[in-house]
């Protein structure tokens, strides 16, 4: 069982927005704004999208946002594309150690 | 540009150790840490565990402790994951990430990953 929780699929069609929520506790994801979010192709590695809740690296699509309120963590990605269907995974700070959610698959319709 | 670049696959028995090598290029190794995470097939991520490349501290997760080393070279400017007493339930790919800002949850780049197969 991952320490963080996320839905285990989503799906949209081209153009639509989703959004992926990550609930934590109040001693790791509620207690921090160090929420990060990876993206991750079949066969791939995992890429990036979103650190400190809210910020995009350099190269990252604008339509990927992220945000936090309480205990979850939200990413959402506007005017979805075919590129888009992966598996996204969020993170948070926990004191000394690392978190992952169990991850959320998403499908483009 | 920052890159981290894996050893290749690795097959191993039961009861084998594995090393995995993670190089890096493209910053000061000594200036990040180095994260390891692994994932089973079809799985999701699991954290591993951390090491200073600067200090040599490292920081493992519990359920690796007393199995797991990781170390570094850095002359050679690579890190290094071994994992002892394998076992089925290891079998896994195993990536590297520089932990960009120390907080073990901001990882940024990731290595390709290196497979590693536990098989009798």
């Known amino acids: 069982q991952s320490a963080l929780t996320q839905p285990a699929s989503v799906s949209g069609s081209p153009g639509q927005w989703i959004t992926i929520s990550c609930t934590g506790g109040s001693s790791d994801l509620g207690s921090y704004n160090l929420v990060s979010w990876y993206q991750q192709h079949p066969g791939k590695a995992p890429k990036l999208i979103i650190y400190?809740?809210?910020k995009r690296p350099s190269g990252v699509s604008n339509r990927f946002s992220g945000s936090k309120s309480g205990n979850t963590a939200s990413l959402t990605i506007s005017g979805l594309l075919a590129e888009d269907e992966a598996s996204y995974y969020c993170s948070s700070h926990a004191g000394s150690r690392g978190i992952f959610g169990g991850g959320t698959k998403l499908t483009v319709l | 540009q920052v890159q981290l670049v894996q050893s290749g696959a690795e097959v191993k028995k039961p009861g084998a150790s594995v090393k995995v090598s993670c190089k890096t290029s493209?910053?000061?190794?000594?200036?990040?840490?180095i994260n390891w995470v692994r994932q089973a097939t079809g799985q999701g991520l699991e954290w591993m565990g951390w090491m200073n490349p600067n200090s040599g501290q490292t920081g493992y997760a519990q359920r690796f402790r007393g199995r797991v080393s990781m170390t570094a070279n850095s002359s050679l400017r690579t890190a290094y994951m071994e994992l002892s007493s394998l076992t089925s339930e290891d079998t896994a790919v195993y990536y590297c990430?520089?932990?960009?800002?120390?907080?073990?949850?901001?990882?940024?780049?990731w290595g390709q990953g290196t497979l590693v197969t536990v098989s009798s």
């Open positions: 990430a520089r932990d960009v800002d120390g907080w073990l949850n901001w990882f940024d780049p």
């Open positions: 493209g910053y000061t190794f000594t200036s990040y840490n």
């Open positions: 400190d809740v809210n």
